[in-house]
């Protein structure tokens, strides 16, 4: 028999015991109630399993410590399709879907891509539901991550190849049309690594050396060597890098290259293509 205090537990009291702001108490309790949001709305006053209303709580004082939502629900949406994720992967960005419509606009019919440092499987998978036709390679050295991405490529029915290599050193023979990455970018004495959710997520995916360059430096000197002639290297960078991501492709001899600005209109993509 329940007891007087779990029988008044509604839904609509588990929200107002969230606090603000009232969108994250939403996903967490649909997450928990395995529900829409509307249903939310419809359904204010009807009591959950007491259990829930438990597994409720644990997760609104996770994320008043401090945790990531995308965590704390194992789930985050990305490109149109959701995406599990764990503390193992990088929580997928609505920016780094700039670097999924870029790809996109680039990539012929039949086209061979590389997804370095592919964590969670976001950008392979999303490329993947977008263009079957292509032929989509994602190599990340965390195995953890692997596991991850491996589940995502399945849920999706991705066709996606996964690979565990440090970026090109395990990689089979062979060269692809274009080379895409979100790698790690942020400096090592950033303050933001002390702020909101980078807290709580691998340094192995956000920690590019001093100045935040060491990965983008190495991807962007030995991708020519496997790019077909022609082909586009795609980086996602720090809002302030844009500018010395330019000098490094110009640097290591691509052409056509540019920075471009998110939606927040902020500098977040570079390009250039392999030399002819």
Known sequence: MLSAVEASVTIGSLLREFGSPRFEAELLLCSVLGCERSHLIAHADEAPDPGKAGLARDGFARRRAGEPIAYITGRREFYGITLKVTPAV????????????????????????????TGSGAIAVALACERSDLAIVGADISETALAVARWNVRDQGAAVELVRSDWFEALAPGRFDLIVANPPYVAEKDAHLDRGDVRFEPPLALLGGKDGLDCIRKITAHAQDRLRPGGWLLLEHGYDQGDRCVELFREFGYIDVES???LAGLPRVCVGRSVD
């Not at 997928?92 to 790809?103: K, Q």
Request: aromatic residues 0%; hydrophobic residues 45%.
């Open 90 to 117: 990088l929580i997928p960005r609505p920016e780094t879907e700039l670097l999924v419509e870029l790809t996109l606009e680039r990539a012929a019919p039949g086209a061979r891509v590389l997804d370095l440092g």
């Open 260 to 262: 471009l600005d998110d």
